[in-house]
Every structure is written in C-alpha cells, then in structure tokens.
C-alpha cells in the first residue's frame, strides 16, 4: 500500500511537472510564430520589403553554391554574411527605428501606462475645427500649407528646426502664417498639446516615388509620416487640393469631410475611405 502510494504520489508529481513543461513549450512556438507573422506583416508595407525579397535571393544563392561546392561562391558569401548583421541594421534603420516606436506606443503598453502627455495629445473640438476651417480656406485661395499635427510620437527634433510659436491653435493665425512672402510661411507647422507648438519646421523628404506632379510639400509630409506616426495635411499652391499623409500612406483630394473623418478616427486612414480615395484619384486621371 505504501509502495503504491509513494508510486502515484511521485507519478502525479511527474504529470504536474510535465503539463507546465508542454504549455511552456507551446506558447513558446507560438509567441514565436506569431512574431514571425507580424514582422513579415509589418515589412510587407514598407519599402524594407524589396530588400528583404533581395536578402532572401542572396541566401538562395548561397544554398545553390553549397549544393554545387562552389568554392569561390561560397567564400564571397561567408564574407558578405560575416557583416551581415551592420549591414542589415544600416539598410533597415529607419524602418528599425519606427517598429521600436510601434512598440513604445502599443496598446498594451498604453493599457499599463497612460501618461499625462498622452491625455493632452488628444485633440479638443476647438483645434480641429479650427484646422479644417483653416485648411478648407486656404484650399479654396491655393496657398500652400503644410501642418504637422503630432500624436504619440514627439516630435521635438523637428520642432527646434523651426521658429517657436506656442499659441492657440486658430485658422486665421494658421492662414496667415502660411501668407506668401511672410517670414514664417516657408516650412511646416508642428501642432501638438493643442497648441501651435512651431512654424517654418524642416522635414525629412521621402525618397521614395509619390508622383511626379507633386512638390516639396508633399514629399516633406510623406518623408515626415515615415518617421513619426504624425497626421501631416498638406494643401497644394498649385490645385488647391487637399491632403494628408500618414504612416508613408499619402491621401490625396480629401474632401472637408473626409478630413473631419479622418480626424474622428484618431488620425488614422479608415480603409474603406482608402478605396473610394483610390478611386476618385483613377477618375480624376481620366
């Protein structure tokens, strides 16, 4: 009897042991997988994704030299893969820098964590009426604007580039900072706690392709929506049109309504508006 409780009793112990140990297993395979599929998510949407498909030939080839006992091949690619991890920080760094920055604004981060900075980001009734009222008029004249609007992001870098303001955000201090041959009316404005924090900003400019028929303006707002989860809303001195940019997305021809969804939805593109955005772009090239 005593041998036969010491065996259960030692045995149970095993399965308690054991159970833990599969679970462990298990969430350790699929935290991994998961990572795996969000990271080939997040490179599919950026410009590191050509790289990427390019890394991935390269390693092809080098599997090819391996089964061939290409000698010389083989050589050439244990160099290459030798500095492969500075090369790839190098290529990738923008792209590295702002998925560090995803995660540092990431809900669950901010389901811990909600910081004082966080509860004055968010925009009142009064600025973003006054932003669209502000954008819409200088729509309607053609003078070219270009603001900024931060949000989880500081964008204090940018800001020192630029000439301190710190007013109430108002569409006719907007409009005239944006006057032709005023001071101020080259650059950006930054926006942000409320407040228009500065004016004549210099923004990084995208190296990638938006379009031929589109200025400085429009490349700055794009470059700056690649480094910084910022809204930035531009308004073309030729055509008068609006747009906005975020995230390296550029939406172009929004309409004052669609500008007052978008700033509903927290600065964020609703997808479905991206498809009748995308359309309206293709009938108005026809």
Request: overall charge positive; proline content about 2%.
């Amino acid at each position: 009897m005593v041998d036969w409780l010491r065996n259960f009793f030692s045995g149970g112990f095993a399965t308690l042991i054991t159970i833990p140990k599969a679970i462990s297993f298990a969430i350790d395979v699929l935290a991994v997988a998961y990572a795996i599929f969000k990271i080939m998510s997040w490179i599919r949407q950026t410009r590191a994704w050509a790289l990427f498909k390019g890394f991935m030939v390269v390693v092809a080839v080098y599997l090819v030299a391996l089964e061939l006992n290409m000698i010389t091949v083989q050589w050439v690619m244990k160099a290459t893969f030798n500095v492969g991890l500075i090369t790839v920080v190098i290529l990738f760094q923008p792209e590295l820098r702002k998925a560090l920055e995803q995660l540092g604004k990431g809900k669950i981060y901010k389901t811990f964590v909600t910081t004082e900075r966080d509860k004055a980001a968010m925009l009142s009734e009064h600025t973003v009426n006054e932003i669209i009222t502000a954008m819409t008029e200088m729509s309607l004249c053609r003078k070219g604007a270009l603001i900024v609007i931060e949000r989880d992001v500081p964008l204090g870098d940018h800001e020192q580039t630029g000439v301190p303001i710190d007013a109430v955000v108002s569409s006719r201090l907007l409009q005239n900072i944006f006057e032709n041959k005023t001071p101020l009316h080259d650059g950006a404005v930054i926006v942000k706690n409320n407040r228009i924090s500065a004016a004549s900003c210099i923004l990084p400019l995208t190296q990638n392709e938006i379009g031929l028929d589109l200025g400085t303006r429009h490349r700055a707002a794009v470059g700056m929506s690649e480094v910084s989860d910022a809204l930035v809303l531009v308004v073309s001195e030729e055509t008068g049109a609006i747009s906005a940019a975020q995230n390296g997305v550029l939406r172009r021809g929004v309409s004052e309504a669609e500008l007052r969804a978008l700033f509903a939805n927290g600065g964020a593109f609703d997808k479905k508006k991206r498809i009748n955005w995308a359309k309206k772009k293709e009938k108005g090239r026809g």
